[in-house]
């Protein structure tokens, strides 16, 4: 019983926090909203009186006292009502939905392939960091965190698309709907699309997930525990992998929870280069266009975002850690 | 005549460290052994190459540092240089071992049952149930209260003298013959390191395991070990029986190393103590390498290395026999 | 009274500047450092590509073949040549041409120019802010160290692009459009500074808070000295290793975040092209063919990052050794 009240207060505290942060960020959007360029001027043909003018900003509430101003926008929010996109003249709400599907298939499987395959090469570097494939893995790694995610891209079009032919170099391939969700993982023109820019996404956060694995799980061989596993004669099995690894996870779950929510932000850079229909791709339009509601928009999502992802990640600890899940009381005692 | 054979034969044994700028020495050409059932202890000041020759006989040295010269012999079959395989199996089953700092020995994310079955199944034949159970009693011989509530806790849940038993329990989990007992009571307070060492000593007579008792702490060696060897400076200054080591020293610095212990019912003016320090292991001078503070030194001591040499009733290394 | 704790604070020796050089020197190549530095084969070689870059870049006018600003110099019967040992016509352009005749190479070391111009100014710009509220929050604490603290992490939750992005755009709907060329290098700047000044303030933080309950500091104050001042003083020192390895990892990271607005069309324009400007305006042409446009401003890019990054590195293992 105790440890679940130690639990619920620990979730309370973490929703307020986040709740503290989406508060704040979306002040942020509203002063973009309220203050950046002139939402009259996209709303209204040049030759529109000044006198209609100020009866549209009257009418919209422009004129009311800020704090006014932001409770009406807060409740808009919350709503799910975002305002009209200057440039597309449509509901922003509308138009992040449609694309929200391309973005988030986009950054799962990449995530799922820098984790699949960013795990293992950082297991395999920091147990044998002195053999050939060992060295190959970090010259890869050195390569992945140099080299400008953009340019991976190209050169991925360069070679598999226009000289060899064998995948597309822009854009999803068919899509299948899905209630409202459209997929591409469904179609073979889908997936073939997906392949390089899910490459190109992931690259960078595989790294950052091999190197630290192979920093954590080098720290983790050297610990007593692991020297006492190994002077018990367990296999090197049962001390690697059994021991050492679960001990890297509590900072690999951290990185790879926030990696994950970079991930959607990073997607604008790969939706660019392989003109992939996403929000990323909206969000640059956006910001070309000096398109505010988009941009808030996109700005309160992304927070929305990692802020569910970080709660995700710390509930995460909880079941990994048995020592987070002990009184506090305890936890003094103890040190 | 395998009756007489020492269960642990150390010969000419030599640990080097190499770095950039040369090799150290750290072990320098240490012979010793140990009797089925016998508790050797080793003494010395922290540097002196205890801890390594212990690390040293498990297989656990840590790179850089490597045997460089000698052999480790159990029950007169080499196992210093066994492939790694082989040498993990001897590991727990043959030779345990203790380490110094009970809170950190234990991985904190797996409860203590599920370390003590994977030891025992790791060595034995046992079923999931039998190695709970042999768990169970192993805790309970330990001295853990309620071992049966205890059994799935986690490293936390206990106090650093509660986690050094369980160490104990992982030790002993299946019956070793040696165990190496590296300063198993540094880390704990004053009030339980007797209990902890009491009850080591009773466990091991019990199960006639023989224990290297590796500690800079002169009194648990007299009240614990049978033998002793003192160490210094990478080498061994001195060995014999304990009662001869602490009443009847030879070896200069064996003779300071026991005036520095307070004895209870003697009354002595003040506690002798050794002046300098041990030195370096890039500056171990030529000759014997205690010449820089012995009270005794003369000519022959800088010149030449002393070997371990048969003097009263313990064996020393010092040109004054 | 006064006397006696000035003299306290009088900590170094008065030695002539040069004899205090010349010491300095000889400690330096007898150190561990230098050593590692020697030793490691990898680092020479990142260390003489990053001064070539960085020389190249500084000397643009005078070793690139042509000057790729001069429009009087194009000729847009050069256009789209492939690179020397690709073209058969005997134009002689090493790395061949763009679309509008400009020299590929001229056009690479200008762009480094800009890019290095951008990466410097905005991780000295990011320094200098983070090391501003990393003494003030640590020497100050209380309400403002929370506050400035709490800013730090949600920022740092984000990533630096997005924020970068975010500020252009705001810039962007603030100025009227046909500035907006002419501020672009400053935008991208303050953006990127920005984006980046948490790392050295939080170093910075941690720092202070350990300088700030000596004796020193309070006998400062005794003696009517500022005690920012004094911590300046002695603060700096102490964290002047850290502050070199994050800003030459940051001044990579502020190269990438640069070339990679650019390339997303933010950042610098195509009057002005830095390496991302180069790659953008190149991707245009990779399914015609003119594969090089693209390629050799991203390659060069790439090797600047990866030997700072390297550099950056082997800093950090050599002052820190107890990192691996």
Redesign the interface.
């Known amino acids: 019983m105790g440890t679940m009240g130690v639990m619920a207060a620990f979730v309370l505290r973490r929703i307020f926090q986040a709740i503290i942060v989406m508060l704040v960020v979306s002040l942020l959007a509203f002063v973009m909203f309220t203050f950046v360029g002139d939402p009259i001027a996209q709303m209204v043909g040049q030759d529109t009186s000044l006198a209609d003018r100020a009866a549209l900003r009257d009418r919209l509430g422009l004129n009311d006292p800020i704090i006014l101003q932001y409770a009406r926008y807060l409740g808009n929010v919350v709503q799910g009502d975002f305002g009209i996109s200057f440039r597309t003249a449509r509901r922003v709400d509308v138009l992040l939905a449609e694309r929200m599907p391309a973005t988030l298939e986009l950054a799962l499987v990449a995530a799922l392939y820098a984790l699949l395959a960013g795990v293992p090469m950082g297991v395999y570097t920091g147990l044998y960091p002195d053999r050939w494939l060992s060295r190959v893995f970090q010259a890869v790694s050195l390569a992945g965190i140099s080299l400008p995610t953009f340019f991976i891209g190209i050169l991925l079009i360069l070679f598999f698309g226009v000289v060899l032919g064998w995948l597309p170099t822009f854009g999803r391939g068919q899509t299948v709907q899905v209630g409202w969700w459209s997929t591409g993982l469904l179609t073979v023109s889908g997936l073939k699309s997906l392949i390089m820019p899910a490459f190109t996404l992931g690259m960078f956060q595989l790294t950052l997930i091999m190197r630290l694995v192979r920093s954590e799980m080098l720290e983790v061989l050297r610990t007593d525990y692991i020297k006492f596993a190994r002077a018990r004669g367990l296999s090197n099995r049962a001390v690697h992998f059994g021991h050492a690894l679960k001990n890297t996870l509590v900072p690999v779950i951290t990185i790879t929870g926030l990696q994950l929510g970079s991930l959607i932000a990073f997607a604008i850079i790969t939706e660019t280069v392989f003109q992939w229909p996403g929000m990323g791709l909206l969000f640059l339009q956006a910001i070309q266009f000096v398109d505010i509601p988009v941009m808030s928009t996109y700005l309160i999502l992304v927070a929305a975002f990692f802020v569910v992802i970080n709660l995700v990640v710390d509930l995460l600890y909880y079941a990994v850690d048995p020592r987070l899940r002990m009184d506090s009381s305890a936890a003094g005692a103890t040190g | 005549m395998a009756a007489n054979q020492p269960l642990l034969q150390v010969n000419n044994l030599r640990i080097e460290f190499p770095n950039r700028r040369g090799t150290l020495v750290a072990v320098d050409d240490i012979s010793l052994h140990i009797d089925p059932g016998e508790v050797l202890g080793v003494v010395g000041e922290s540097g002196a190459g205890k801890s390594l020759t212990g690390a040293a006989i498990i297989g656990l040295l840590e790179p850089p540092g490597r045997i460089a010269g000698g052999e480790i012999l159990l029950d007169g079959r080499r196992i210093d240089n066994l492939p790694y395989e082989q040498m993990r199996r001897i590991r727990g089953k043959e030779i345990g071992a203790i380490f110094q700092d009970p809170l950190t020995s234990l991985n904190p994310l797996y409860k203590i049952s599920r370390q003590l079955v994977e030891t025992i199944q790791t060595h034995t034949d046992m079923s999931a149930t039998q190695a709970r159970n042999h768990a169970l009693d192993l805790l309970d011989s330990v001295g853990i209260p309620a071992a049966s509530e205890r059994l799935d806790a986690y490293p936390h849940e206990f106090s650093g003298g509660m986690r050094q038993r369980v160490v104990i329990a992982l030790a002993l989990a299946v019956n070793p013959r040696l165990i190496i007992a590296d300063e198993p009571t540094t880390a704990l307070d004053v009030s339980i390191q007797a209990q902890i060492i009491g009850l080591l000593r009773r466990l091991c007579r019990d199960h006639g395991t023989a224990v290297m008792l590796v500690t800079h702490d002169m009194g648990v060696i007299a009240e614990t070990a049978d033998r002793v060897a003192v160490m210094y400076a990478g080498r061994i200054a001195e060995v014999g029986p304990v009662e001869a080591v602490v009443k009847d020293a030879r070896h200069p610095y064996t003779h300071g190393l026991m005036g520095s212990i307070p004895a209870v019912g003697h009354h002595v003016e003040r506690l002798t103590q050794i002046d300098g320090a041990m030195p370096r292991l890039t500056e171990i001078p030529p000759g014997c390498a205690f010449n820089p503070r012995c009270p005794k030194v003369f000519d022959k001591c800088l010149a030449e290395r002393p070997d371990l040499r048969p003097a009263g009733r313990t064996d020393v290394s010092c040109w004054l026999y | 009274m006064t006397k006696a704790v000035s003299d306290d604070l009088e900590i170094e020796p008065r030695l002539t500047p040069a004899r205090r050089l010349v010491d300095g020197l000889r400690r330096f190549f007898d150190g561990d450092i230098w050593?590692s530095f020697k030793?490691s084969r990898i680092t020479v070689v990142a260390t003489v590509i990053t001064l070539v870059i960085f020389l190249a870049a500084l000397f643009a006018p005078l070793v690139s073949p042509s000057n790729p600003y001069d429009l009087a110099t194009l000729n847009l019967l050069d256009a789209f040549t492939a690179p020397v040992w690709v073209d058969d016509t005997g134009a002689g352009f090493l790395l061949g041409t763009d679309d509008q005749g400009r020299d590929m190479l001229s056009a690479i070391i200008f762009g480094t120019r800009v890019s290095l111009l951008v990466g410097f100014a905005s991780i000295f710009f990011a320094m200098v802010i983070g090391i501003s509220l990393g003494l003030l929050s640590g020497y100050v604490g209380g309400l403002t160290d929370a506050v400035i603290m709490r800013i730090a992490d949600?920022q740092l939750?984000?990533?630096a692009?997005?924020i970068a992005?975010?500020i252009?755009?705001?810039v962007?709907?603030?100025l009227p459009s046909d500035r907006h060329n002419d501020v672009a290098v400053w935008v991208l700047i303050f953006a990127i500074g920005i984006s980046n000044w948490v790392q050295f303030a939080r170093t910075v933080r941690g720092s202070c808070m350990v300088e700030r309950n000596k004796e020193y500091v309070q006998a400062a104050r005794v003696i009517g000295i500022h005690p920012i001042v004094i911590m300046l003083r002695h603060v700096l020192p102490n964290v002047m290793g850290p502050v070199l390895v994050i800003a030459t990892i940051g001044l990579?990271v502020a190269v990438?975040t640069e070339?990679?607005l650019s390339?997303?069309?933010?950042g610098m324009p195509p009057t002005r092209p830095s390496l991302?400007t180069l790659?953008n305006t190149g991707?245009n042409f990779?399914?015609s063919?003119e594969?090089w446009i693209?390629?050799f401003p991203?390659l060069a890019?790439?090797t600047l990052?990866?030997a700072v990054?390297?550099l950056g590195d082997w800093l950090r293992d050599a002052l820190n050794p107890k990192?691996?």
């Open positions: 050593h030793s949600i939750s984000f990533p692009i997005l992005l975010l252009d755009g705001v962007r709907g603030v990579a990438l070339a990679t390339f997303l069309g933010v991302g790659v991707q990779l399914a063919g594969w693209a390629v991203g890019l790439a990052v990866l990054n390297l990192l691996r």
